[in-house]
C-alpha cells in the first residue's frame, strides 16, 4: 500500500527558479596562451574591466577540440570572470567540463540579432530596437593623462576634454562635447550598434565592438579636428566608419 507523505517546508533552505546575466565568451581556439596574450592586450591594463562576473562559454566554434577546462577557468578567473557553465561543443567536452566544476547550459539564449517577418496585409511591424544600455554617466571634468572612466552597462557622456593619455570606456556609446584626444572605447562587451560622438576628433584610439582604429593610420582630413560621429559598420566583423558632423 503506498502512502503519501504529507508537505513539508524545509527550515534551512527553499529553492526557487532565478535569473542571472551572464557574460558569454565565445571560444574560437582551444589554445589557452595565444587566449591568454590576447586577453592581455585587450584587459591587461584594465584590472577592474569585469567585476567577478558570471560567465558562460561557448564552445561551438572548437566543437570536438581537446581544451584544457580547468586551465581555462583559472585563465577567466585571473580576469576577474568565473564561468560557471558551457554551451554547444561535443559530448566528450561536456564531460570534462563538467569534471572542471562547469554545468551545461544548452538552453541559454543568447543576445542575436533579430528577424522580423512581414506580416501579410497589415503594415510591417518595426524591427526591435537593439538593447541599449539605460541611462548613462556623465562626468563633468577634464580627463588628464593615465585617468580612465569606465561606464559599466551604460552610455558614457563626457563634457570636457579627453586629453591624451586618458581612457574613456563605456559598455553603451561615448559622447565627448569636447576634444577628444585620448582613448576612447565604446560598445566594450560587444554592443556593436554602440557610437562614438565628439566635437574634435584627434584621438589616439576609438575602438567599438572591439573593432578598433590607432593614430597610426591618419584620419581623413573631413573629420580630423571637427564634430564626428564614429559608428560600426557590419558587425563585429565589420569597419568603423567616421561621419562629419554638422552642428552649425
Known amino acids: ?125 518595426a524591427a526591435p530596437a537593439p538593447a541599449a544600455p539605460p541611462g548613462a554617466l556623465i562626468v563633468d571634468r577634464p580627463l588628464r593623462s593615465g585617468q580612465q572612466v569606465y561606464a559599466r552597462g551604460r552610455d558614457l557622456v563626457v563634457m570636457a576634454m579627453v586629453n591624451a593619455g586618458a581612457e574613456v570606456v563605456a559598455d553603451g556609446s561615448i559622447h565627448v562635447y569636447a576634444p577628444l584626444r585620448g582613448k576612447a572605447m565604446a560598445g566594450a562587451r560587444g554592443h556593436a550598434e554602440a557610437r562614438i560622438v565628439t566635437l574634435c576628433l584627434e584621438p589616439e584610439l576609438v575602438s567599438i565592438a572591439g573593432v578598433y582604429r590607432t593614430s597610426d593610420v591618419p584620419l581623413p582630413a573631413a573629420v580630423l579636428g571637427k564634430p564626428t560621429q564614429i559608428r560600426l559598420d557590419g558587425g563585429t566583423e565589420g569597419r568603423l566608419v567616421m561621419d562629419p558632423l554638422d552642428i552649425r
Open 1 to 125: 500500500m503506498s502512502v503519501a507523505l504529507a508537505g513539508r517546508t524545509p527550515a534551512t533552505f527553499e529553492i526557487k527558479s532565478a535569473t542571472l546575466p551572464l557574460v558569454s565568451l565565445l571560444l574560437k581556439s582551444p589554445d589557452l596562451a595565444a587566449l591568454s596574450r590576447e586577453l592581455q592586450v585587450r584587459f591587461g591594463d584594465k584590472p577592474d574591466f569585469f567585476d567577478h562576473d558570471a560567465l558562460v562559454i561557448d564552445l561551438t566554434p572548437v566543437a570536438g577540440l581537446a581544451v584544457d577546462f580547468a586551465a581555462l577557468v583559472a585563465l577567466l578567473a585571473s580576469h576577474r570572470v568565473h564561468p560557471v557553465a558551457v554551451r554547444g561543443g561535443s559530448a566528450e567536452q561536456v564531460v570534462a567540463a563538467r569534471a572542471a566544476g562547469l554545468a551545461r547550459a544548452d538552453d541559454l539564449l543568447l543576445q542575436s540579432p533579430r528577424v522580423v517577418q512581414e506580416p501579410v496585409r497589415s503594415a510591417p511591424a
